[in-house]
Each structure stands twice: as C-alpha cells, then as structure tokens.
C-alpha cells in the first residue's frame, strides 16, 4: 500500500463536499498525502451509460435530505446551491492548473464552500474571481487559461485515469488499487488505512470466484423483460 489518498471529484457532487470536509483530518491522522484530482462526473455517467442522481426524481428528492441530514449531524455549513445541476468545467478547469499541492487543496475547498455554503455562482468567472479575492486568494491569470487545450485535457485525462483504475463516478477514492466511494464509505476508508479492513477476515478470492459463477448462471436484463 502506498501512502497517498487519491481524492477524484467534480464539485457538482454534494456528497464530495462532505467528503473533502472529512479527508484531509483522516489523511493527517494516518500520515497520508492526500491529492485532490478533479474529474468530471458526466465523464462517468458517459463511460458507464448512468443517469446522474438529478435525472432521477426519486433518487434525488432522497439524496437532497440524506447529505442535509449528515451536514446537520456533523456540523458541516451547507445550504441548497445557486443552481443545479450546473456545468462544472470552469471550476474543475480552474483546479486542474499546474501548482504546487497545497494550493490545489486550499483551492478546491474555497471552491467547495462557495458552491455548497455560500452560493457562488459556477458559470460566472468574475464571480468566482470576487469570491475568491474576499477570501485573500489571488486567482491571478487562471481564469483566463482555462479554455487552453491542455488545461481541457488535463480535465479529461483525470476522468480517464479514474475510470481506468475503476471509478465509476464521484467522489471516488484510491489508495492505491483499493476503491471507496462516496461519502459513506469513509468509515471503511479508515478502517483500510488503519490496517483493519474487515476485508482481512474473508478469503476473498474465493468470494469473488463465488460471485463470477453466479452471475454466469444469472438472468441479465434483456431476459428478465416481461411479455
């Protein structure tokens, strides 16, 4: 196991916001160095051929109380954003700029805040410029440079690479090849860097093994329609 934490995110996802909230104390404490990879969520949907939580009603009217619920409980400021879904490449764009890794983190929790606490508004440059300078950090020329195709890339090259370690949306986190996923999954993210993964009491391959002769003898979806 490697000491990183790898953290890939799109800041559309309110649940990642919880998660960046919780992360940097848990890298700490393990003695872990946590990167902040920015990623884009519909990158994932694409590549899986999902539909995102706001796509479905149901999922959605459950998923905007269950992360009020957990801000409330962990006492997290939160409040419903300026808008949403919104189109997240200019923030990600932002955050994805060459600099050293400490301001990419101290960035992308300014810019976690702002969408999620303060109602920043995404698509809006000088806003997001105005936000970040009353919050003492120069933004400098970076918002101009996010159209510059290799900051575009950069972007893209960050989904693909998560998506090829095994994500399959956001927030996603690996150490190394062990994957958790979303908010509720830090507990057992603990658990692993603790060197307490419960997974250590099970034979594990066996179990996989298990699985893939199941899903062999499984009825998959074009068979199970009715007629």
Known sequence: MNNRIDFYFDFISHNAYLMWHELPQIAEKYG????????????????????????????????????????IDLNIPFAAPKQ?????????????????DAERSYLTGLLFRGVWADKLDPNQPEAIRAYLDKQGFSVG??????????????????????????????????????????????????????????????????YLKEWEVGRARGAHRPSLRQS
């Open 32 to 71: 872990f160095e946590l990167r902040p990879i920015p990623a884009l969520f519909a990158g994932f949907l694409k590549a899986h051929g999902q539909l995102g939580p706001a796509e479905i009603d149901a999922k959605l009217a459950w998923m905007n109380l269950n992360v009020l619920r957990k801000s």
């Open 84 to 100: 949403h879904p919104f189109r997240p490449l200019l923030l990600l764009r932002l955050v994805a700029q060459a600099m050293p």
């Open 141 to 206: 020329g970076r918002l101009e440079r996010v159209s510059d195709p290799e900051v575009k890339e950069k972007v893209k090259s960050n989904t693909d690479e998560c998506i090829a370690r095994g994500g399959f949306g956001v927030p996603t986190v690996l150490v190394g090849d062990e994957l958790f996923w979303g908010f509720d999954d830090l507990p057992y993210l603990e658990k692993f860097l603790a060197g307490e993964d419960p997974l250590q009491r099970a034979n594990v391959d066996t």
